[in-house]
C-alpha cells in the first residue's frame, strides 16, 4: 500500500526532467552540472534542462 504509492510519486516527479538531471542555477547565479563539485550540495535553485539554457539565464560556470 503505502511503500507503493510513494514509489509511484518519485517517478512522477522524475519524468518531466527527461531521464537526465537537471542542471540547477543557484540563487547566486552559478549553474551546476551533475556531477560537478557542490551539485549534490545545491539545494536552493532553479533547473534547467540544458548547461546553455543555464547560461543564457544570466547564470555562469562554478570556478571549480
Known sequence: GI???SISMLSLVSE???TESPIKKSTSSICHAPGTTYYAKTKNYTP????DDCLNSGGRLPKR
Not at 534547467?48 to 548547461?51: A, H, P, S, V
Open 16 to 18: 518531466p526532467t527527461s
Open 48 to 51: 534547467y534542462n540544458t548547461i
Open 3 to 5: 511503500r507503493f504509492k
